[in-house]
């Protein structure tokens, strides 16, 4: 039997594509021709280019091309061309660039080469169609209410100065956009809609950013791109409005990724030189895509110094080993190591990132006021020793400052939950630091219930977080005071709201809450009155800290610094020297050691390896109270040389 598979042939020169002339057609039946044409040719040929969601792998569907061949694609590939092509064959060929049949995805050297031209290839296009996937709700409704909804978003920004917003002030804008009430059946398309996988890929970012003329489809219905952008401004400013969409955790990933992507496109089109490599392999390090090499090949063409040329035959670990080594070498230097973890492929060395692992934290260093080394920017003695890829070490020259000697549990589990539980363990940290030689005086200068309470938030003003001048004011300590007090009455009312929350069908759902969370707060809301007596909890050992200004605050102003401080995950420690600190929660442990290094904003976590005197494993970057500003250089070095440096090796 004659076999009918289209047959590749190689392209004829390095700026050679592919494009796919479509023909138009009602029926089920893909008919079309592949023609090759060059970028950049005064004759190329002009094409719409297709984002979309690859889908299954398995390829169900057939294409037939002009004369007897077919080629088989993929469900989601056939549902796009459907759905884009005209609808009728008197109204011509739309001529498209589709990666899953204008590359030769089985020549893993074309695929390579294409890759590389991806930027340009979606630069070139006369428009770009973002195809999200087949109509199965009828959204043109849901469209109509997205448009409605952005009216009212912007209609009660305007009034955020005058009102507090809530349900029964914001009444009379839901009348007045016909906005259906919570639980009504309308906001599911919407929702449904808004929780597709497409804004989830990674290639949705070169594919959006780099042509102005984007064009998004649902079926055959056509959504202005705006809408998108608007919609994502809306989600970051509103969170009234939130409560209607964002019910599942599912949705809320795919509304924070089309956040992401509204912001990154603003920012591109403004200034594209101002986003790094580093940039952005950090913020699209959440985004899905099925080879993880792409998580760098599929963002390094948009950086104009990225000298990356991706090749499909290189090793996963050998990819990530050499872009953190490129970045390394960058002006941004060592900031590459605080997107580090701990977990990561055993392959890919620790002071490499495997961006395969979604990021546990936010890095410390992202606060621009940090300064450990005590000047980034022009600090005599670089860190950077050598790099070697092919043995995966890095050496550095830099201090060990300290070792790890206590680790709590993470934040959220012994601080951010009930009250009466936080306050217990606060209060045993706080006496079990006191009892250390030191007594109340803190290593890095003041008290350690300044330190304290100071560390707990990473020293920062919720209010003014990356800003240069954002240390936390003094009115905060009467903050942490109320937001821990012992008042058991309060306790148990707060713990009683909180798990009416947190009953199943309450809207909008809040986040997973950890176990232990729960089991405190439940703990307290069940408590008989008998066990709130004077033997539990009286002695506040912070009551120091409170003011005539803080009576009355319930800490609810602590506890979002906390969350703004993106702190909830982080772990809290003690050193040798008596310094405290908030680290990684996962895998850090007692034994690590304390590292400074020159040029870089924060110090780092290292493990000894156990098989040399000066190896060591990264773990992560971390906060070291009263040592984040130039203090230990400033120790070590008195201003001048270079004494007290000592070089060490990261696998």
Known sequence: MENNDYQYQPLQSPKSIRVLRLFGGSGDDLVAELIETALGDKGSVPYEAISYVWGSATKS???????????????????????????????????????????????????????????????????VITYVGNDTDNIKPAIDLAKRLILCSIELRATWTKIRVTPSSAAPYHTKYRLPSDGDPAWLPLRNFLGRPWYTRMWIVQESLLNKNVLMMCGKVEIPWWLF?????????????????????????????????????????????????????????????????????????????????????????????????????????????????????????????????????????????????????????????????????????????????????????????????????????????????????????????????????????????????????????GDFEAYVRPDKARAKREATEYMIRYTPGFRPEPPPLDPKVIVAFERERDMPASIFGEKEGEQNVFSALRGPRNDQSDGTTYRDTILRAANVYRTFFTTEKGYIGLGLDRGMAVGDVIAFLPRTRVPFMLRPTGKKRDEYWL??????????????????????????FEEFTLV
């Open 61 to 127: 569907h057939l294409l037939r091309l002009l004369g007897v061949r077919t080629l088989k694609i993929t469900a989601s590939l056939y549902s796009a061309l459907r759905n884009i092509r005209h609808a009728g064959t008197e109204d011509g060929i739309r001529t498209l660039w589709a990666d899953g049949v204008c590359i030769n995805q089985q020549d893993v050297e074309e695929r390579s080469c294409q890759v590389q031209l991806m930027a340009e290839i979606y630069r070139s296009a006369s428009r």
């Open 229 to 477: 952008t608007a919609f994502s401004r809306m989600q970051e400013t509103s969170a009234y409005l939130n409560q209607y969409i964002a019910v599942t955790s599912t949705s809320e990933r795919q509304i924070g990724a089309m956040g992401m992507m509204a912001g990154l496109r603003l920012e591109y089109e403004v200034q594209p030189q101002s986003l790094s490599l580093l940039t952005y392999l950090a913020r699209c390090r959440d985004l899905d895509c099925g080879d993880p090499r792409d998580r760098v090949f599929a963002l390094s063409s948009l950086v104009q110094d990225a000298k990356i040329i991706p090749d499909y035959k290189k090793p996963m670990a050998r990819v990530f080993t050499e872009v953190a080594a490129q970045l390394l070498r960058s002006p941004e230097g060592t900031m590459v190591l605080s997107y580090t973890s701990i977990v990561r492929d055993p392959q890919v060395p620790s002071w490499a990132p495997d961006w395969s692992v979604p990021m546990a934290q936010i890095p410390i260093f992202q606060c621009q006021m940090f300064d450990a080394s005590g000047d980034v920017i022009t600090f005599p003695t670089p860190p950077i020793k050598d790099i070697d890829i092919s043995c995966g070490t890095l050496r550095l020259s830099g201090i060990i400052h300290d070792r790890i000697v206590h680790v709590t549990d993470t934040l959220r589990r012994v601080f951010v939950t009930a009250r009466l539980a936080r306050y217990a363990w606060a209060r045993d940290q706080y006496l079990r630091l006191i009892s250390g030689p030191l007594g109340t005086a803190y290593p890095g200068g003041g008290s350690y219930m300044e330190a304290f309470w100071r560390t707990l938030i990473c020293d920062l003003d919720h209010a003014n977080r990356f800003s240069l001048t954002s240390r936390a004011p003094a009115s905060l300590g």
């Open 619 to 644: 773990v992560a970057d971390c906060y070291v109270h009263g040592l984040m500003y130039g203090k230990v250089f400033e120790d070590y070095l008195g201003g001048e040389g270079g004494e007290g």
